[in-house]
């Protein structure tokens, strides 16, 4: 099944102790560009979802946010800082036993000290954190796998319509081809009759002119490439797997059968086909550029 390479999912679930909530979004890229907006505390998460979203998606501008909040174990850890704390008790009693001052101090009293908490960030398990975050990126994943696939669905359907009508249009071109040189061959006839009157005409001469037009005009090669690289084409679209590097060549060379083809005709209606031709060319062109 073909994918979009425009998607977007989210997911949002409570993993041990912790609400997090994940959005990955993507849009049209070369190839895959991966970003992510995270918690500073939690960076180290940055490569292992890079690496885990680059196993399912090959092309594409990547996006992915997450927010992570702590329910039930504190983010911080405050201690004690025992040497402050000792000097600062003994200074007091000092006060006391040399100038008989009362000792009044308070646990209140106390907390005005500076430095005397130290606050810092509780070691944060990181296994434990990866594999909660896992659970809810898969989940996220699974949604904007599955709009990609929806998207890619009608992508193919455009393309599919495209390919038919050009289909059509060489269909014409084919039975039309050989008509030109009859009435090239008519014409060169009634204009040799109306220039030399009753003179006879060099049949061979008419086989020979006929011969070299119609080798000029032929299109047969281009026109049997051309349903070569449509037949391609559909098989792309039934394929699993990343595919729009390689419809994008494809492409590429049936724009070139289609020149061609318009170069070579000498006739107003296989003209007008080829144009039909381009111009579809040209619309499964801009689709497939949102083909994974």
Known sequence: MIRSMTGYGRSQQTVDGMNITLE?????????????????????????LKTFFSGTISRGKVECSVSIETLEEPDTVITLN???????????????????????????????????FIVR???????????????????????????????????????????????????????RSPETVREYNEKLVARLKELLGDTSIDEQRILTEAAIFADKIA?????????????????????????????????????REANTTGSKCQDVEIARRVVDIKAEIEKIREQIQNIE
Request: charged share 30%.
């Open 121 to 175: 960030k509780q070691e944060a398990d990181e296994e434990k954190i990866w594999a909660a975050v896992s659970a809810v990126a898969a989940a996220a994943l699974e949604n904007f796998t599955a709009m990609r696939e929806r998207e890619g669905a009608k992508l193919k359907d455009d393309v599919s319509q495209r390919l038919d009508i050009i289909l059509d249009r060489v269909s014409f071109i084919e039975e």
């Open 219 to 255: 299109v047969a090669e281009e026109t049997v490439r051309l349903r070569s690289h449509v037949s391609q084409l559909r098989s792309f679209l039934d394929s699993d797997g990343p595919i729009g590097k390689k419809m994008d060549f494809l492409v590429q060379e049936l724009n």
């Open 24 to 48: 990955v979004k993507s849009v049209n890229h070369r190839y895959f560009e991966f970003s992510t907006r995270l918690p500073r505390s939690y960076s180290f998460l940055e490569e292992k």
């Open 82 to 116: 025992h040497p402050l704390l000792k000097s600062y008790l003994q200074a007091y009693k000092e006060l006391t036993d040399d100038y008989a001052i009362p000792n009044d101090i308070s646990v209140s009293s106390l907390s005005r000290v500076p430095d005397l």
